[in-house]
């Protein structure tokens, strides 16, 4: 028989409790869980995470849901998910223990049935893994008791945030069944199909619209039979555990007067950043932040990468304190200092002499979800003429409407 763990926390980097977002009617966790209470031979399942005070909003969503249907852990070292799973396994009484990664809604039960088979009946090894890269993603099948080594080897920082990776890493140390997957399983393109960002859920989405206008279930073997699938997050980085995080801080400002074009484009590239890089973003609000010597400093001292979004008036009293160097972006607006890098969103594509100034159509800064509501699934409707407004506005002018309409 086998335990399962479903390993989640509520802080994660890009999403913020991201699995209580929806796919459809239904939680990602509810993907998951409901998926495997139809495995016959899962006889418990743990729900896995960090302290209780962090991921109460989860806790009181599976209780009221599930009620004694889950069982919980918790493990105070947040970043430490080799140790939780190490300390839960030490509880787990079944011979077979499966990790299921939290953002990972498509979960395959046949694929887990398969593998099970196959360990339970070569019971000297310890892991079952395939050589090559399945479509199936977050699942791990292991003899409960080998966690054991897993821990005593993952010693290094990289080994205990992603559990199990040391047995990829170093699989001379552990005994390690090969799983041949049969030919539907063998991954053939660059599709995720796990939630790490709002590109990958509005993707997911996406899919289960598709399915639903076949009358299909969400099930990954249903997914392998779309045709044409615009794939919303192929621009999403699969981050790599040796990745270096990147440092980038993002500097606008909102109010009544000013209003919240530039603080809407803001986010609309922090959200492209968060999606496309390794990153830690620091976003400052010259309105709300007091702390303008902080912002300074991340600056001037340490020349930290900074994106500058304001308008002209504010903008030009702002670069007045700050010391020069290569590693600023100025938005929507040109000055007289070579050293900084200036990005022009325009639709005419125009030409600048000068090296550090960038401008033109694949320079403009929108939000990708126009890209999800643009899906015909979403709207289907031929006639409905599409407006794409650019700032953060509630309206448009009507002078401006009636010049759209004229051309």
Request: net charge positive; charged share 30%; with cysteine.
């Amino acid at each position: 028989m086998i335990t399962a763990i479903i390993n989640a926390r509520t802080t994660s980097e890009r999403l913020f409790k991201k699995h209580l977002y929806k796919i459809g009617n239904k939680t990602i966790l509810e993907h998951i869980i409901d998926k495997l209470k139809t495995v016959k031979k899962i006889e418990k399942i743990y729900f896995a995470t960090s302290s209780k005070e962090k991921n109460i909003e989860y806790v009181k969503f599976l209780k009221s849901k599930y009620k004694k249907k889950i069982n919980f852990f918790y493990y105070s070292k947040e970043n430490d998910v080799t140790g939780r799973v190490f300390h839960l396994t030490k509880k787990i009484k079944t011979k077979y223990t499966l990790t299921i990664s939290g953002d990972c809604p498509l979960i395959d039960t046949k694929y887990i049935n398969r593998i099970y088979k196959k360990l339970s009946e070569n019971s000297e090894y310890d892991f079952i893994y395939p050589k090559i890269l399945l479509i199936h993603e977050g699942i791990k099948l292991f003899k409960t008791s080998s966690w054991n080594l897993i821990n005593y080897y993952s010693r290094e920082k990289i080994f205990r945030e992603n559990p199990g990776f040391i047995v990829k890493e170093k699989p001379d140390k552990f005994k390690i069944l090969e799983y041949k997957p049969l030919k539907y399983e063998i991954k053939k393109k660059k599709i995720r199909y796990s939630v790490d960002t709002i590109s990958d859920l509005e993707f997911l989405n996406f899919i289960n619209l598709e399915l639903q206008k076949k009358k299909l279930s969400f099930e990954i073997q249903n997914v392998l039979k779309i045709k044409k699938l615009p794939i919303l997050n192929s621009h999403v980085l699969q981050r790599n555990p040796y990745d270096k995080k990147r440092l980038i801080n993002l500097i606008t400002i909102y109010n009544s007067s000013i209003g919240y074009g530039h603080y809407k484009r803001i986010l609309a590239l922090k959200r492209e950043l968060q999606e496309s890089y390794f990153c830690k973003i620091n976003t400052f609000l010259l309105n709300k932040n007091k702390s303008l010597k902080k912002i300074l400093d991340n600056i001037n001292k340490k020349k930290q990468l900074a994106i500058i979004d304001l308008p002209v008036n504010v903008l030009e009293i702002f670069v007045k304190k700050i010391s020069y160097h290569e590693k600023i972006i100025i938005i929507d607006k040109i000055l007289n200092n070579k050293k900084f890098t200036y990005i022009i969103p325009n639709l005419i594509n125009k030409r600048f002499k000068k090296a550090n100034i960038f401008s033109g159509l694949d320079k403009l800064i929108l939000n990708r979800s126009i890209n999800f509501q643009n899906t015909k699934y979403i709207n289907n409707n031929k006639n409905i003429k599409k407006l794409l407004m650019i700032g953060a506005s509630y309206s448009i002018d009507n002078e401006i409407l009636d010049f759209m309409k004229k051309i």
